[in-house]
């Protein structure tokens, strides 16, 4: 079955300074690449996907590349703030795999004021 | 449109009895997903189910678990003659469609305790 790997596994970084978190995947049918935020008691919220067919997505300080040939995936914050610190999931799927999400094993990102 | 709902949100059981959680998917969604969380770890699917209907059990494990969803009413995650590894947040996701390609929705979790 699929392997999804994070990392890092915690990352602190400086209000305004940029995050970057990686995630590799090994099978080469997934195509469709989630990411969660989740705050401390909460559930994962959806912050961004990107499918296999687009290399990149961008939603205002949050985007997404794809690179389906090395099979690893990337969100990158930009412009951080405190509110952006929680734990970030990635996640893979294939309808090869019947529907379930493959999670990584997530980031604690925490921004500094 | 409120989310997924998830009760209760912290349950408490001693060894050997019976963990009973529920989740009711947002309106409209009729495709449920349940998930375990250790801790420490990333999230780890369980069971996929569509009304009256079990599509996908595949991370379940054998014994002990269970999940239905009725035609009326939430999905159930059971867990009979529970164990101290048993201890975890048990998340319900849903989505209107088939998953793999599509966001599914979190509720926010039912964190089980064994004593």
């Known amino acids: 079955g699929e392997n999804v790997e994070q990392h890092p596994s915690t990352l602190s970084v400086q209000e305004g300074d940029s995050a970057v978190i990686k995630c590799t995947y090994s099978?080469?049918?997934?195509?469709?690449f989630p990411w969660y935020k989740q705050e401390l008691g909460k559930g994962p919220q959806l912050i961004i996907d990107?499918?296999?067919?687009?290399g990149e997505k961008k939603d205002q300080r949050i985007a997404v590349t794809l690179n389906k040939t090395a099979k690893h995936f990337s969100l990158h914050i930009t412009e951080t703030q405190p509110e952006d610190s929680a734990v970030y999931f990635c996640?893979?799927?294939?309808?090869?795999?019947?529907?379930?999400?493959?999670f990584g094993t997530g980031t604690s990102l925490t921004v500094i004021p | 449109n409120a989310g997924v709902m998830q009760n209760p949100r912290h349950l408490v059981r001693r060894r050997g009895q019976e963990a009973r959680l529920r989740c009711s998917p947002m309106?409209?969604?009729?495709?449920v997903y349940w998930y375990r969380q250790l801790p420490e770890e990333g999230l780890k699917f369980m069971v996929y189910?569509?009304?009256?209907?079990?599509?996908?059990e595949s991370g379940m494990p054998k014994e002990r678990f269970s999940a239905e969803f009725p035609k009326e009413g939430p999905s159930i995650l059971r867990i009979q003659q529970v164990v101290r590894g048993d201890s975890a947040a048990y998340f319900c996701?849903?989505?209107?469609?088939?998953?793999?390609?599509?966001?599914?929705?979190f509720g926010p979790g039912t964190r089980l305790t064994v004593l």
């Open positions: 189910l569509q009304k009256e209907n079990i599509i996908d």
């Open positions: 996640a893979a799927s294939t309808a090869n795999t019947g529907n379930q999400f493959y």
């Open positions: 309106k409209g969604h009729s495709h």
């Open positions: 099978d080469s049918a997934s195509n469709y």
């Open positions: 996701a849903s989505s209107p469609y088939p998953g793999y390609y599509n966001e599914q929705f």
């Open positions: 990107i499918r296999s067919n687009v």
